[in-house]
């Protein structure tokens, strides 16, 4: 009994020592409330799509990597299971295609960041390319995706402009008047039509302005259904 009770103190005072404390914290707390709100990891949902962040690292428009410790895609669970539906009807049709997510749920604190950093557009402008922090974007809400698709080495296919890229050559409602000033190939518009093709068959909706934006529902449902992201 002495010899119990003896091995019980050491565990404790070891688990409360410095050795156990000290330990760096693995968890990013953004992602951690993300999950706390009910939002999933979409590669847990289906580990074939493919995940860059594009916020996480420099190569965005702000130049800054403002998702720090966001890794991960979080999407609510009925958002994430349409973009696993589109991911295998995609590769239903073409088993060397993935779906590259660049952006799922987003942080309604870095919305404010993204729409501070374009000073240069006019609101009615800015509104094309950042949804308003006033408004808050379905992003905020979980239910809205960025994404290309690649070849299964990560490679995106050529869909006539990078991602973010701010100019009416990235809008899909203006596809065929570059096609016909030889500005989009047929092979970029085939590409983004594939891309629409399979989103819209898994129930996601495309925009005018941007071909890697895709809406799982309206705002107007997004703002009924879910909690935004703080
Ligand atoms: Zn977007």
């Given at each position: 009994?002495?010899?119990?009770?003896?091995?019980?103190?050491?565990?404790?005072?070891?688990?409360?020592?410095?050795?156990?404390?000290?330990?760096?914290?693995?968890?990013?707390?953004?992602?951690?409330?993300?999950?706390?709100?009910?939002?999933?990891?979409?590669?847990?949902?289906?580990?074939?799509?493919?995940?860059?962040?594009?916020?996480?690292?420099?190569?965005?428009?702000?130049?800054?990597?403002?998702?720090?410790?966001?890794?991960?895609?979080?999407?609510?669970?009925k958002?994430?299971?349409?973009?696993?539906?589109?991911?295998?009807?995609?590769?239903?049709?073409?088993?060397?295609?993935?779906?590259?997510?660049?952006?799922?749920?987003?942080?309604?604190?870095?919305?404010?960041?993204?729409?501070?950093?374009?000073?240069?557009?006019?609101?009615?402008?800015?509104?094309?390319?950042?949804?308003?922090?006033?408004?808050?974007?379905?992003?905020?809400?979980?239910?809205?995706?960025?994404?290309?698709?690649?070849?299964?080495?990560?490679?995106?296919?050529?869909?006539?402009?990078k991602?973010?890229?701010?100019?009416?050559?990235?809008?899909?409602?203006?596809?065929?008047?570059?096609?016909?000033?030889?500005?989009?190939?047929?092979?970029?518009?085939?590409?983004?039509?594939?891309?629409?093709?399979?989103?819209?068959?898994?129930?996601?909706?495309?925009?005018?302005?941007?071909?890697w934006?895709?809406?799982?529902?309206?705002?107007?449902k997004?703002?009924?259904?879910?909690?935004?992201?703080?």
């Amino acid at each position: 009994m002495k010899k119990k009770l003896f091995l019980l103190t050491l565990i404790l005072s070891l688990s409360t020592s410095p050795i156990f404390t000290t330990k760096p914290t693995l968890v990013c707390e953004y992602e951690q409330r993300m999950r706390e709100q009910g939002l999933v990891n979409i590669q847990e949902i289906n580990p074939s799509i493919l995940v860059e962040l594009k916020y996480s690292t420099t190569d965005n428009f702000v130049g800054k990597d403002v998702y720090g410790c966001i890794s991960q895609c979080f999407l609510q669970r009925k958002p994430a299971e349409m973009l696993s539906k589109a991911s295998d009807i995609l590769q239903r049709k073409h088993p060397n295609y993935r779906l590259l997510v660049y952006d799922g749920g987003r942080p309604l604190s870095i919305q404010k960041i993204l729409w501070n950093s374009l000073p240069q557009y006019s609101t009615r402008e800015r509104v094309k390319y950042v949804a308003s922090p006033a408004e808050g974007s379905i992003h905020n809400y979980g239910s809205a995706v960025d994404l290309t698709i690649a070849t299964t080495d990560g490679t995106p296919l050529d869909m006539g402009t990078k991602y973010d890229y701010f100019g009416e050559l990235a809008y899909p409602k203006k596809e065929s008047y570059f096609l016909k000033i030889n500005k989009l190939s047929q092979k970029q518009i085939t590409n983004r039509q594939l891309l629409r093709s399979v989103m819209r068959s898994a129930g996601y909706m495309p925009i005018d302005y941007e071909w890697w934006h895709f809406n799982a529902i309206s705002r107007q449902k997004a703002k009924a259904t879910y909690h935004i992201i703080p």
